[in-house]
């Protein structure tokens, strides 16, 4: 059955550049100009980080609102269903990549690795204090002069390392404003396995012990290695990300509620809808007719 789904836009969809570089900077002024969709629910296929420098209003990210305001820094993951409501006079930067893009120019790590990145649990957003602002602000305008620069000796290795050195001021701005955990470093590398593993199966696989053994650990010691670093189960860990899916697709116009609970392996409407409800307060027609 054909269906008119949220829009899920890709990088070419963006830049005129050359197909190798999967990178695309703006001034978010012109960017809002030229793109009326991002007013209304969308995903992409890339990555997204976008300094606002001027500008009020709301980000909603995945049904959560956060405060646009100078100084504010979004982070959005493939995926991500999110959208705006601005002041006419936003401003700031934005750019946006394919994973490939950064993960091929770095041997020792990925771009999951930045914790704004790495989980669901991690807020996308950062507010910067008035120096990072600035500094931030500075890596920005360099990293458009150079995407627009036109045909360059080392262009795209250029673009990766601005795009890098912006990472890692961000990274340690949003690490120092993020309460430190107690969970130790191994526990939170194997936790984002996990997650990262949910993620591609949680459609197929439901059962906390299914995911044990694919990581080759105890259930027992799973469950706490969630509590040590997020206070959940591995089996509310799960249940969120099929919650998460089921958001994304209530949205999308021509999925009736079982089509939905198909999508997402669960076969027994009644169960997903008891399911839906215990997460959210609301039932599944109430979620979609408060979000459209």
């Known amino acids: 059955m054909a269906r008119n789904i949220i829009p899920v836009y890709q990088i070419d969809a963006f830049h005129t550049a050359s197909p190798e570089t999967d990178f ?12 009326h969709f991002i007013f209304v629910p969308h995903k992409h296929d890339f990555y997204v980080c976008v300094l606002f420098t001027k500008g009020t209003g709301t980000h909603e990210i995945d049904f959560k609102k956060h405060k646009v305001k100078p100084g504010a820094v979004f982070f959005l993951k493939p995926g991500q269903m999110h959208n705006w409501v601005l002041s006419k006079d936003a401003d700031g930067f934005i750019f946006f990549h394919s994973r490939s893009f950064y993960d091929l120019c770095y041997n020792n790590r990925e771009i999951n690795d930045f914790s704004f990145y790495g989980s ?15 500094r931030s602000t500075l890596l920005f305008r360099e990293l458009l002069s150079e995407y627009t620069r036109g045909k360059t000796l080392l262009k795209n290795a250029r673009l990766c390392s601005l795009a890098d050195l912006i990472y890692i001021d961000l990274a340690r701005e949003y690490t120092s404003a993020e309460k430190p955990g107690n ?17 591609s199966r949680f459609k197929d696989m439901k059962s906390p012990a299914a995911y044990a053994r694919e990581l080759n650990m105890t259930e027992k010691h799973l469950n706490r290695i969630c509590q ?3 206070h959940k189960t591995a089996s509310e860990v799960i249940g969120d990300r099929i919650i998460l899916e089921a958001k994304r697709l209530l949205l999308q116009p021509g999925y009736t509620l079982s089509d939905i609970a198909n999508e997402l392996g669960m076969f027994d409407l009644s ?7 215990k997460k959210t307060g609301k039932t599944p027609l109430q979620f979609s007719k408060q979000h459209r």
């Open 183 to 199: 969970a130790p470093n191994r526990y939170l590398q194997l936790f984002q396995k996990f997650e990262q593993l949910v993620d």
């Open 271 to 277: 169960y997903f809808t008891r399911m839906f409800k």
């Open 228 to 230: 040590d670093c997020i």
């Open 24 to 35: 695309y900077c703006n001034t978010l002024k012109d960017h809002l100009l030229k793109h």
């Open 120 to 134: 669901e649990y991690n807020s996308p957003a950062l507010y910067l204090k008035q120096e990072p602002f600035k």
